[in-house]
Structure formats: C-alpha cells, structure tokens
C-alpha cells in the first residue's frame, strides 16, 4: 500500500510547510497566540523534511496569519453568508479558525497540493477543494455559483509568481467580482537578497514578485483600505494580544516593520491611479 503521508510536491508548493510548521509550533508553545490543532496534527502526521522548512522568524509568519484572520472574521461579521476564497490555500487551516457555522469556502490550490489536501481535508455543503492554478480563468467561474460578497485572501504565496503573473490574477478578480475583497502580503525589493540566500542554502523556491508600495497595485482595478505590519497590525488585533506583545512588537518596527506588509483592497474596476 502506498505511503499516505509521503508527499511530492512542486517546488513552490513546497513552501506551504513554512506557515504549516509556525501554526503548529506556535500552538504547541507555553503560550500560544493562536490556537490551532489541526496545524499540529498535520505536521506531525505528514513526511517531510522538518529542518528544512523551520523559521526563526515564527511570531511573523503568526501575526502575517492572524492580521488574515482578523479581516476575514470582520467581512463575515459583515457578510455572514458571504464567499471566501483562499488563493493558494496549502495546508492553511483558515476555514477552521474563523468558521461561523454559515460562510461559503473554495480553498484554490494546484493539483499536487490538493491531493495532499485531500488525505486530510472533504468537502462539504459549505466548503469545497478546487484543483486550479490561480493563473487560470476557468475556476472563477466556480466561485459566481457561490453567494457574494467575495473575499479573496492569499497567504504567503504571490510573491513567488512573476510581477506580470500577479498584477495578471488580480487584475481577472478586480474586474469579474467588482466590490469584493482582496488581502494578501508583499515583500520590498531590499528582503530579496537575505531571502534568496536563504533559499538558496536550503534549495528551496526563490521569492519572485518583489512589491515596495501596495499603493502602485491601485491601476489594476484595486482600491487599498488598509495595511498593516507584522509589528503594527490592525488596532482591535493589536489590542487582544498579550501585553508583551503590545509592547515589544512597536519596539521592533524600526527593524522587522518593513520586512512584510498585509493590505486589504477593494475591488473597483475601472479605478486608476
């Protein structure tokens, strides 16, 4: 029988493990700022290479995960019954951390990653896999059969595409589902070098699509309503966190503050600059 927790998967997919492992390990701390089990039981139960894909950057890639969180819980607070779609969906667990018993879900991966997905994940009434690359147009057709609101969320993956691969899918979403929203995370140009070191010594996927100002995505249909940092995340979040968090993370803007942003946009075709 084969192995079910062996995995083989493209380069890029690959890096899903990073975001997998910071849940589970965050989740497995003293004191954890998210709680995710299901995190801890995939990464326990699949084979992978463990040393590979750690980081010692965890609490960033944890407030990256929970600034996504914390704007898909407001639009469902808004829209309860709205579409959220998660645009390289790896092995993100999002579906289980902000369920309100009434959203519809698509998790959108390539079809390596969804078969992975699928030794661990099922569809059901509200939430269903797709097997697509976010480069394509047909799965957007899936997406109109669900009721909108839309809102769109990418969680570590754009900024390994090409700089026309991305301004591309954004632009196709901006003007199918006009009024719905998107949030993902960019990089400036000055990560790259330390990223692609890093990369390259543990011969893994190279970042691809560096972004300075998410201000400069506005011409292709977008409208950006927030951004946030990894040391400077919205108020409410910042305010639930524990008290050392609250303190420390304004004290290490100076330094991390550029590193990752997260901004959420508004669709709104036929904006320009």
Known sequence: MPDETRVGLGQVQQTLFFPLIARARETESRRPLLSDPKAVELARTIDFDLATFQTPMRFMVVIRTMILDWWVRQFLADHPQGTVVELGTGMNTRFERTDNGSVHWIDLDLPDTIELRRRYFADTDRRRMIAASLLDEDWLAEVERLPGPYFFVSDGVLVYLREAEVEGALARIAARFPAS???????????????????????????????????????????????ARVTRPPAGLLASLPARYRYLLPLADPILGRGVMVSRFRATPGHTE
Request: charged share 30%.
């Open 181 to 227: 929203s998107l949030a993902f995370d960019t990089y400036p140009l000055a990560t790259f070098k330390y990223e692609h070191r890093m990369a390259a010594k543990r011969g893994i996927a190279l970042w691809q699509w560096p972004c300075d100002d998410p201000r400069a995505l506005e011409r292709l249909g977008l409208r950006l309503v927030e951004t």
